[in-house]
């Protein structure tokens, strides 16, 4: 089975709830959507990030020391939220676990396969 990576995007401005009243309903649904990955035997990992004001950037690609920055890499008005790690059949599965996701925690999900490992 092929991996994928099913992505959360947020964009700034969006009108995420901010109390735990109003995220208490989000939380649950993405909790029983990862319990229903994992029944299914599709799930590897998963996770929700940390907003983006905690990113840090390292940039080892010069001569010298590698460079240490705050903040993300690119300033961008949209960024990663979250993510799950999946095992599926074939893209149109992982299309229809990515529907789910995107239902259940209120938010457009990207879906990429990852490489196939070297013979």
Same mark, same amino acid.
């Given at each position: 089975m092929t991996q994928y990576?099913?992505?959360?995007?947020?964009a700034e401005g969006d009108d995420m709830? +901010?109390?735990?009243e109003e995220l208490q309903p989000i939380f649950d649904a993405v909790d029983a959507f990862n319990q229903k990955v994992r029944d299914a035997g599709a799930w590897v990992f998963g996770g929700?990030?940390?907003g983006i004001e905690?990113?840090? +950037?390292?940039?080892? +690609?010069?001569?010298?020391?590698?460079?240490? +920055?705050?903040g993300p890499f690119a300033e961008s008005k949209e960024y990663l939220g979250g993510f799950w790690i999946i095992?599926?059949?074939d893209?149109?599965?992982a299309?229809?676990?990515a529907a789910e996701g995107s239902a259940a925690c209120r938010g457009k999900?990207?879906?990429?396969?990852f490489q196939e490992e070297p013979s």
């Open positions: 990576l099913l992505s959360v995007h947020q709830p +901010t109390s735990m929700g990030l940390q905690s990113a840090t +950037t390292v940039d080892g +690609t010069g001569d010298g020391a590698p460079v240490v +920055t705050d095992e599926a059949p893209l149109d599965a299309l229809k676990w999900v990207e879906v990429r396969p």
